[in-house]
């Protein structure tokens, strides 16, 4: 099995690597929705499929997850999701791979970061039924799609970087001692919940994509527009994939 990371949405934002092992797979394990994600997936892999391949496309259904869960349920209610999902994957790999079948599953971004593809494979190995081998192509993590796109380095020298989500910002505030945060997952604007002095912020939406959508600038001066803009574009589109790092000055 192979986890393959393809970037952040920009068809050019996939790696060699990522395309050579995509064309080397018997099946593609795609996740059974019909939202912009999956046939942004999709379109990158028409685009690079190497000539001559095709592999078999197997859609997995994906269990419903209660996204209500208060605060304190949250990593229960994902522990469970995973669960859910793993019964279904273990399925799939057990009936659509021969033995030395090689099926992958296409992973946004980079699969090691805030991506569940790994930690399920490791669930399904770990219940024992079926049994394979599986490895991991990196991919250009928003992360670096955004840092890149502002034309800033990630960390200021020998300073340490945390990457958080928006939930934990909007609980926790700027930590103590971190002058740079990256935020991933912020559905409700998190950075208009912490005081803004002192801090700058480098905010993109569809990054990497031809939708981009860049805004930097003082918190204090920038975060209506932030907001405003989010907003609009999520209004438009019907879904919005926005990160950003908020930097002390
Ligand atoms: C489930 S995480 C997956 C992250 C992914 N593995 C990566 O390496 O970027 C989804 C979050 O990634 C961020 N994200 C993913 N693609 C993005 C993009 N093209 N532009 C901005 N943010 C993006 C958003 O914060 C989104 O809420």
Known sequence: VLV????????????????RAIGGADVLFEIDRTDDLVLARREIC???LP????????????P?????????????SVDEWRARRADVWEQAIGHELDGD?????????DPSLYDS????LDQVLARGRVRFEYDVVPGVSSLHALTAAHRIPLNRVAGPVLITTGRRLAEAGMPDGVGDVFVMLDGSCAFTAIAPDGIAIYWGAYVG?????????????????IERVRGDARARRGWVMDCYLLRRS
């Open 4 to 19: 393959i990371g393809i970037g952040p949405g920009g068809p050019d934002q996939i790696t060699v690597q990522a395309i």
């Open 209 to 225: 994509t031809s939708e981009q959508l860049l805004i930097a600038g003082p918190l204090a001066a920038v975060a209506d527009q």
């Open 117 to 120: 593809t790994i930690a399920v």
């Open 46 to 48: 028409e685009r690079h």
């Open 101 to 109: 079948g090689c099926g992958a599953f296409l992973v946004w971004g």
């Open 64 to 76: 419903r997850r209660d996204r209500s869960a208060a605060a304190a349920a949250y990593v229960s």
């Open 51 to 62: 000539p001559g391949t095709s592999p078999r496309v197997v859609a997995l259904a994906e």
